[in-house]
């Protein structure tokens, strides 16, 4: 049996997550001997993983990496913590709009002399999570892979020292065709390496899930009702859904509640938002949930708001469970839904995304061919792990 590194940051409530999920649910545990290293074993879907995988133990300087700096410096953790400041400081000195992505290569690059190396060479190494120096630079193994879940054109990185990282891998693995041309535009040498493997969905699993309860609440709501599933993040695009509950709401309808499923650092912004338009009773946040599914089935749209993503992992499972989807014209969208068909997708601005809104819900018909054809499509594509395996 050929050996397996997985290595990934922790299982908290995200779309990465849930994909890692999928994807070790599915593994071939007959054939291949999987160890799973989670730098930090925290996070609610850390119940959700199967028996599969060998856990390795939790490594306290690895799980660092998402601790504030004056808890890594309480823990006497110096030489970590000063590279944590160093990074920050490096990177805000470059305006961007975002300089979370470059922070996080120098963390990582800075702290490399402090890391330790695992001692066990494996025969296939995989790292699910970008920055992947660890599996890089810490891990001894035939054949390395790394994966690619973001729309690379989006965001603001060091090329020279992000080339650098992916030359130490064999394969690059994207989540979607238009996610492998976005990354392409910024590493175009990298074009032998890169090939898709979508991330594993299971049917019936999303389907027996959906079935379970919500609160009262909710389920009273009469309201025609429209949903998000994301982290409160830049990149997820609540705060365009804010505006445009707002646009529908001074063209009349006042019939329409958006309920969010999902957490993360703009949550106050988006809440300061919601308070300054005066939807507070119609636009709701329900905070994390492990279980989503059920809050989509009993939604009337599914709705992704999103600014950038490689491919969301939510949409597929609203267009499991049988809803009409409107997601936002992000640039690897078209990979994910074919406008009309099993989906619609809209211009990426508050007016655009209430346009879109408003077409369908006064479109009953359209919502309906939507639901059928969503409901006649095979979403089941278990078939990707087969990619893998070719190239182990």
């Given at each position: 049996m050929k050996n397996i590194l997985i290595a990934s940051f922790d299982m908290e409530v995200g779309g990465v997550e849930r994909s890692l999920v999928s994807m070790l649910n599915n593994f071939d545990y007959k054939n291949y001997k999987v160890d799973l290293m989670l730098y930090s074993h925290t996070g609610d879907f850390m119940e959700l993983l199967p028996a599969g995988p060998t856990l390795l133990p939790e490594n306290n300087i690895y799980k660092t990496f998402r601790m504030p700096v004056s808890a890594v410096l309480k823990k006497g953790n110096w030489a970590i913590g000063v590279t944590r400041m160093l990074a920050r400081y490096k990177a805000n000195l470059q305006k961007n709009a975002e300089t979370g992505y470059k922070q996080m290569q120098y963390m990582w690059k800075y702290a490399l002399p402090f890391l330790p190396k695992m001692e066990k060479e494996y025969d296939i190494a995989i790292s699910y999570l970008w920055p992947h120096f660890f599996v890089a630079e810490k891990v001894k193994a035939k054949t390395k892979i790394a994966w690619i879940h973001t729309d690379y054109?989006?965001?603001?990185?060091?090329?020279?020292?992000?080339?650098e990282l992916w030359s130490e891998f064999d394969y690059i693995v994207a989540v979607s065709e238009e996610c492998k041309r976005a990354f392409l535009l910024t590493h175009p040498s990298l074009h032998k390496k890169v090939l898709v493997i979508e991330n594993i969905t299971s049917p019936e699993f999303v389907r027996d899930l959906s079935n379970e309860l919500v609160e009262d609440f909710i389920t009273q709501d009469r309201r025609f009702k429209l949903l998000s599933v994301g982290r409160l993040s830049y990149a997820k695009g609540i705060d365009i859904a804010v505006k445009a509950l707002e646009i529908l709401k001074n063209k009349g309808y006042n019939n329409i509640s958006w309920y969010v499923v999902g957490y993360g650092g703009e949550e106050n912004n988006i809440r300061e938002l919601i308070r300054e338009n005066k939807l507070e009773d119609s636009f709701i946040l329900l905070g994390k949930k492990i279980n989503p599914y059920p809050y989509m089935k009993i939604a009337d749209i599914y709705v992704q708001p999103s600014r950038y993503e490689?491919?969301?992992?939510?949409?597929?499972?609203?267009?499991?469970?049988?809803?009409?989807?409107?997601?936002?014209?992000?640039?690897?969208?078209?990979?994910?839904?074919?406008?009309?068909?099993?989906?619609?997708?809209?211009?990426?601005?508050?007016?655009?995304?209430?346009?879109?809104i408003e077409k369908l819900y006064k479109n009953k018909e359209e919502r309906s061919k939507l639901e059928r054809n969503c409901s006649n499509t095979i979403f089941d594509n278990r078939l990707e792990l087969e990619k893998l395996y070719k190239i182990i």
């Amino acid at each position: 049996m050929k050996n397996i590194l997985i290595a990934s940051f922790d299982m908290e409530v995200g779309g990465v997550e849930r994909s890692l999920v999928s994807m070790l649910n599915n593994f071939d545990y007959k054939n291949y001997k999987v160890d799973l290293m989670l730098y930090s074993h925290t996070g609610d879907f850390m119940e959700l993983l199967p028996a599969g995988p060998t856990l390795l133990p939790e490594n306290n300087i690895y799980k660092t990496f998402r601790m504030p700096v004056s808890a890594v410096l309480k823990k006497g953790n110096w030489a970590i913590g000063v590279t944590r400041m160093l990074a920050r400081y490096k990177a805000n000195l470059q305006k961007n709009a975002e300089t979370g992505y470059k922070q996080m290569q120098y963390m990582w690059k800075y702290a490399l002399p402090f890391l330790p190396k695992m001692e066990k060479e494996y025969d296939i190494a995989i790292s699910y999570l970008w920055p992947h120096f660890f599996v890089a630079e810490k891990v001894k193994a035939k054949t390395k892979i790394a994966w690619i879940h973001t729309d690379y054109s989006t965001v603001e990185i060091d090329v020279k020292l992000d080339l650098e990282l992916w030359s130490e891998f064999d394969y690059i693995v994207a989540v979607s065709e238009e996610c492998k041309r976005a990354f392409l535009l910024t590493h175009p040498s990298l074009h032998k390496k890169v090939l898709v493997i979508e991330n594993i969905t299971s049917p019936e699993f999303v389907r027996d899930l959906s079935n379970e309860l919500v609160e009262d609440f909710i389920t009273q709501d009469r309201r025609f009702k429209l949903l998000s599933v994301g982290r409160l993040s830049y990149a997820k695009g609540i705060d365009i859904a804010v505006k445009a509950l707002e646009i529908l709401k001074n063209k009349g309808y006042n019939n329409i509640s958006w309920y969010v499923v999902g957490y993360g650092g703009e949550e106050n912004n988006i809440r300061e938002l919601i308070r300054e338009n005066k939807l507070e009773d119609s636009f709701i946040l329900l905070g994390k949930k492990i279980n989503p599914y059920p809050y989509m089935k009993i939604a009337d749209i599914y709705v992704q708001p999103s600014r950038y993503e490689g491919k969301a992992v939510t949409v597929s499972e609203a267009q499991i469970i049988g809803k009409p989807v409107l997601i936002t014209n992000y640039m690897t969208a078209n990979s994910q839904v074919h406008n009309g068909v099993d989906g619609s997708i809209c211009d990426l601005t508050p007016e655009g995304l209430a346009d879109g809104i408003e077409k369908l819900y006064k479109n009953k018909e359209e919502r309906s061919k939507l639901e059928r054809n969503c409901s006649n499509t095979i979403f089941d594509n278990r078939l990707e792990l087969e990619k893998l395996y070719k190239i182990i």
